[in-house]
């Protein structure tokens, strides 16, 4: 007969012995040090629980908008004109930080005159640079040279003035300020070509933003963008005339149009403003701000919250409950957009990719006037056929199938200006059979990019394709309310957002 082997005690029957009881004074001292610990680390979680919840809650309220194009395609601007109409504060917060901008875009475009001018005196052969957007006027001048005379060569003296103020002005503006590097090795033309960047994280790839240096009162920025200028100002005020005398010369003209040299698009509006942006006095306007050019680094990111519009309390907001309504963690009722204004150029693209993920909203900018023209990285590529190729690997992203695009077909003013001095769209775009005027080009544009989204998309979606020209800030406005108002409605509500 075999023996069964003796019951294990179960250590869960019975009573526990009172607590405290056989502890030492150390010991309990220690155990109640372990359980006020343990109580303090369960309070914390459930504290980050509950803030985590907050901010999934308020990121559902959240649009987040991209501003995709080449370089010099007028997204920058088009993020000054959302922030001038719907973030007054950080504007006029931000507006005297401009002054130094537009001095250095003056200075600039001086300098960069007064380098072709002294190319030309030395006898500098022109350079062999293809260059589209010469017309048959502006070959026939660059035929023969230039002569100067002995107070041509005075005004570049007094004006030698000007470099140094150059100096100080780009370092006090930081890597915008600097110019872009021409590759002479081909670039990719797309964010997905090349080695996969890593996701994006929470704060620090924001490489460079504007309150960086126009905001004086940014914890983070530099010195206050006004602070020891003065002496910037007073010499570019004393070298005005010398200034409005060079930019008017005939022959300083030819001899830019016998080199080639194309100037920024908005050089032309503050050499002619020079009375006013040269004086020492000068205080920065609207339009001068829309037009200064600070070269994007990086990924700036901007806050825009909408009070006044149909759709600005989200649905999530007129659902919660008074508690949450008065909870001091709680956001202010309306829409937040975080726009993010990308650097354009080639080498900067791959940087977009992170960002693609959670887009609501592409805004897309083409420039129509530059069907001339070339990219100033990689001069063998066209520029309207570069935005072309960039349209195409945006409508058929899958990351961004759900995304709304919106298409700005920019720049329209500068294309009847083109235009009007007899560029012939049709000896660059082989395909193109209508009269050389502005309605017919964009009306064909329209057309091409319009069915490279209906063909790529992976899911069907509406097109939105607006004309536009964004230094134009009345006609932007109603551009911008109009998107904010109608277009991205459906889209924001089929993703429960509204």
């Not at 150059?166 to 872009?180: F, I, K, M, V």
């Not at 919250?305 to 649905?315: I, Y």
């Not at 309605?439 to 998309?457: A, C, D, H, N, T």
């Not at 998107?483 to 889209?491: E, F, H, M, Y």
């Amino acid at each position: 007969m075999g023996h069964s082997p003796p019951e294990t005690p179960n250590p869960f029957l019975g009573e526990w012995p009172p607590r405290g009881q056989d502890e030492t004074p150390a010991q309990r001292t220690a155990r109640q040090t372990r359980e006020l610990e343990a109580a303090r680390i369960s309070e914390k979680i459930d504290e980050d629980i509950r803030q985590h919840r907050i901010q999934l809650k308020k990121e559902r309220d959240v649009v987040r908008v991209l501003l995709l194009g080449q370089a010099e395609s007028g997204k920058s601007t088009t993020l000054k004109n959302f922030l001038m109409r719907y973030a007054t504060e950080a504007w006029q917060r931000e507006r005297s930080g401009w002054r130094a901008v537009v001095q250095l875009n003056v200075v600039r475009s001086i300098m960069t005159i007064i380098s072709a001018v002294e190319a030309e005196m030395s006898g500098e052969t022109p350079p062999e640079v293809e260059d589209d957007a010469l017309d048959e006027e502006d070959q026939a001048l660059s035929i023969e040279p230039v002569r100067f005379t002995e107070q041509h060569q005075l005004l570049m003296v007094r004006l030698s003035a000007l470099r140094g103020v150059e100096g100080d002005l780009r370092r006090r503006l930081g890597a915008g300020s600097e110019p872009l590097q021409v590759s002479q090795t081909p670039l990719a033309a797309t964010p997905f070509e090349g080695p996969v960047p890593p996701r994006r994280p929470q704060s620090d790839f924001l490489v460079r933003s504007w309150t960086d240096v126009l905001d004086p009162s940014h914890r983070g920025g530099l010195i206050p963008p006004t602070n020891g200028l003065e002496g910037v100002t007073l010499t570019i005020a004393a070298c005005k005339d010398d200034m409005k005398a060079l930019w008017e010369d005939k022959d300083v003209r030819q001899a830019l149009r016998r080199r080639k040299l194309r100037l920024p698009d908005s050089a032309g509006f503050f050499l002619n403003e020079l009375d006013r942006v040269a004086h020492r006095d000068y205080h920065v306007t609207d339009d001068d701000i829309v037009r200064a050019r600070l070269r994007t680094v990086g990924i700036q990111e901007h806050r825009v919250r909408f009070k006044n519009g149909p759709w600005d309390t989200p649905k999530s907001a007129r659902s919660s409950s008074s508690r949450d309504r008065s909870s001091d963690s709680a956001a202010p009722p309306g829409w937040e957009w975080r726009i993010y204004d990308v650097g354009g150029c080639r080498t900067s693209r791959q940087a977009w990719l992170p960002f693609f993920e959670d887009a609501n909203c592409i805004i897309f900018l083409c420039p129509v006037s530059v069907f001339d023209e070339r990219l100033e990285e990689d001069h063998r590529v066209n520029r309207l056929e570069d935005s072309i190729i960039l349209w195409k690997s945006i409508c058929s992203s899958k990351l961004l199938a759900k995304s709304q695009l919106v298409l700005f077909l920019n720049k329209c003013d500068l294309l009847k200006r083109k235009l009007k001095r007899g560029v012939k769209v049709s000896k660059y775009l082989t395909s193109y059979k209508d009269k050389n005027e502005v309605f017919p080009v964009v009306k064909y544009l329209q057309g091409k990019f319009k069915e490279i989204q209906k063909s790529l998309s992976p899911e069907p979606r509406t097109s939105y394709i607006f004309p536009t020209t964004v230094t134009d800030t009345q006609a932007t406005a109603k551009t911008l309310e109009t998107i904010r108002d109608g277009l991205l409605r459906s889209n924001l509500s089929q993703s429960q957002l509204i």
